[in-house]
């Protein structure tokens, strides 16, 4: 049993920044897996930038160079950075969680409830 809670979204001229943060909560047993994606109106939903323990974060090639996942273990948290917008990013962007609770024997897959991030050109 794990919820997302999402902050962070809402209005900004091309070439602002945007800092989203998604915070976990509930009886966590482990974290295997966080990320963030993004949808935009008639679209489908698309990755955006992944982070696991251990290995290098990855990103969309459409973001590179501009976003930064990172998280903060201590508080079950996982944020993006969002740098040089540009109204292609404009989307509603949810957060991805995903790891065991109950003492490891149950799996969860949690996703956020979504936050609009509209850029203005």
């Known amino acids: 049993q794990v919820q997302l809670v999402e902050s962070g979204g809402g209005l900004v001229q091309a070439g602002g920044s945007l800092r989203l943060s998604c915070a976990a909560s509930?009886?966590?047993?482990?974290?295997?897996?966080m990320g963030w994606y993004r949808q935009a109106p008639g679209k489908q939903r698309d990755v955006v930038a992944t982070?696991?323990?251990?290995?290098?974060?990855k990103y969309a090639d459409s973001v590179k160079g501009r976003f930064t996942i990172s998280k903060d273990n201590a508080k079950n948290t996982v944020y993006l950075q969002m740098n040089s917008l540009k109204p292609e990013d404009t989307a509603v962007y949810y957060c991805?969680?995903?790891?065991?609770?109950?003492?490891?024997?149950?799996?969860?897959?949690?996703w956020g409830q979504g936050t609009q991030v509209t850029v203005s050109s």
């Open positions: 982070i696991t323990s251990g290995i290098s974060p």
């Open positions: 509930g009886s966590i047993f482990s974290i295997d897996f």
């Open positions: 991805n969680v995903r790891g065991s609770y109950n003492s490891g024997n149950l799996y969860y897959n949690t």
